[in-house]
């Protein structure tokens, strides 16, 4: 029992001296057209946009997954959602998951051409 005790105390120290040593990222992610965070798209995420821009009482309530589109919350998000759970068409990845980067993680940039300032432009 002792010696179940000392496994354990050693596995905790372990765990922690790993968390510590590897870096944590903020990257977070949402499953896009799961407006109540269930982690699935049903009928269920239409009827909380719609209870949403109703400004009725939602439970739980992401955003930017509702925002199925991009162009902000509005009543084609749960239209969106309704067509691709009728199978209609999926143009919007709807039930796909969307990684939001860590803003403090530098993203990769792309080189610029450079261009001599003393060159003449091609006619
Ligand atoms: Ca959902
Ligand atoms: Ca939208």
């Given at each position: 029992m002792k010696r179940l005790g000392l496994i354990g105390l050693v596995l905790i120290c372990l765990m922690i001296a790993v968390s510590m040593i590897l870096p944590v990222s903020a990257a977070s992610s949402y499953l896009r057209g799961d407006a109540d965070g269930d982690g699935k798209v049903t009928i269920l995420d239409a009827t909380a946009i719609q209870r949403s821009l109703a400004a009725l009482p939602v439970k739980s309530f992401n955003e930017k997954a509702a925002d199925v589109d991009g162009d902000?919350?509005?009543?084609t998000d749960a239209t969106w959602i309704q067509r691709y759970l009728a199978e209609f068409d999926n143009i919007h990845h709807i039930n796909e998951t969307v990684t939001i980067p860590d803003p403090t993680t530098p993203q990769p940039t792309t080189p610029q051409p450079t261009r001599d300032p003393y060159e003449l432009p091609v006619v």
């Open positions: 902000g919350l509005n009543i």
